[in-house]
């Protein structure tokens, strides 16, 4: 409501719209004017009044009609409007009520009463206001809040994505805005691990369709977990193949022993995660390969799929060695078996030529008790 509220004066005669415009105005009220009912509408319409003092008996229309027609419309419904006639028969009360009217003033009146009325009338109205009021803030509250809740859900979908093919340590970071760079294209030194399924090709070749893709879950569901917590990054699934990156793209202490650790890992529970989707009498194996050494570190892919990868020749000699590998085997080349002291887990296993490079490679493998 305003400040000062806008009393609208509804009546044919012009002597009592003066009377009531005079004892209005010393109130401090200010006051508009209408000789008749469509005139009221109009009025009531663009200037949105806080109350309608409103004559019955008035030509063209009455004031039945009007109030009946101010109910009916939404933009000026809620106005508070009081009849005002000489008539004060009961019937004629209750028909107004029943159009809408909120009270009735019966001529001739006292100034006291009319005052009384009036602001009452005008309690109610800014009561209505008020809530109105309330109500927008409730509505601007709540687009404010599935804003928010949207804006939530859509970060949870990015964390989502992210995580799908990095550790949640990097998919925080990237989210938080701490990435700093992390999955930009760069050489570094990464430790990288290969490992490959022995006799499944031939096992997917007899065993049911779901068997095999169940199989294959429960090795990922294995080793999902264990890249995890020994902070590998997991760059893709290759079939029955994982390849899994270490000190990047989130840098880490000790790269290929973590690779050792996730080795043992891996070996010490293969056979337990698969056991149930293998027949009696087949044997599907794990053979492992590691290998440290310069790539380059990066993001590959188009628009709707992204994979974060490293090029070079590391991954491919982790990958030969897992080939080489027998089941339950690990192989590690000598660069990365240079990078610590590995003396109590490894051994030397052979000096070998692998396919793709022209010099022969000393080869070591994993202690199965370690």
């Known amino acids: 409501m305003r400040d000062v509220p806008l009393i609208l004066i509804v009546d044919d005669q012009p002597d009592n719209r003066s009377i009531l415009d005079a004892r209005l105005s010393a109130e401090g009220y200010e006051t508009a004017q209408a000789a008749d009912g469509i005139e009221a509408l109009a009025m009531a319409r663009s200037k949105l009044p806080d109350l309608i003092l409103l004559d019955v008996m008035m030509p063209y229309m009455d004031g039945f009609e009007v ?30 009520l029943e159009a809408g009217a909120s009270d009735y003033l019966t001529k001739p009146f006292s100034h006291p009463e009319l005052i009384a009325r009036v602001r009452s009338m005008l309690r109610i109205k800014a009561l209505h206001d008020r809530v109105e009021h309330q109500k927008g803030e409730l ?13 939530q859900v859509r970060k949870i979908e990015r964390t989502n994505r992210l995580r799908r093919f990095l550790p949640s340590s990097v998919a925080d970071k990237i989210l938080a805005g701490d990435d700093a760079g992390l999955l930009a294209s760069q050489r570094g030194n990464v430790s990288v691990l290969f490992a490959d399924l022995r006799n499944f090709t031939s096992f997917s070749e007899k065993a049911d369709p779901s068997c095999v893709i169940s199989l294959l879950n429960a090795y990922h569901s294995f080793s999902g977990p264990l890249i995890e917590h020994h902070e590998g990054t997991l760059e893709r699934f290759l079939g ?20 050792l650790d996730l ?7 293969f056979q337990e995660a698969i056991a149930p989707f293998v027949p009696d ?32 020749s590391v991954s491919n000699i982790a990958s030969r060695l897992s080939d080489m590998a027998l089941d339950g085997q690990t192989l590690i080349s000598e660069d990365a078996i240079n990078t610590g002291q590995f003396n109590d887990r490894v051994a030397f296993f052979s000096t070998m030529k692998l396919k793709g490079f022209d010099l022969p490679t000393r080869v070591h493998e994993l202690s199965v008790s370690m």
């Open 67 to 96: 109030c009946q027609r101010i109910i009916a419309d939404e933009t000026i419904s809620f106005i508070p409007v009081v009849l005002v006639t000489a008539r004060a028969d009961k019937q004629d009360i209750v028909k107004g």
């Open 281 to 312: 009498g087949e044997r599907v194996g794990l053979g492992i390969g590691i290998a440290f050494g310069g790539a380059t570190l990066g993001c590959i892919g188009y628009e709707r799929r992204y994979d974060y990868a490293a090029i070079g």
């Open 263 to 269: 080795a043992k890992d891996l070996q010490r529970g």
């Open 240 to 259: 029955d193949g994982i390849l899994v990156l270490f000190n990047a793209p989130l840098p880490c202490d000790s790269p290929v022993e973590k690779a």
């Open 139 to 151: 509505a601007e509250w709540n687009r404010a809040l599935e804003a928010k809740v949207d804006e």
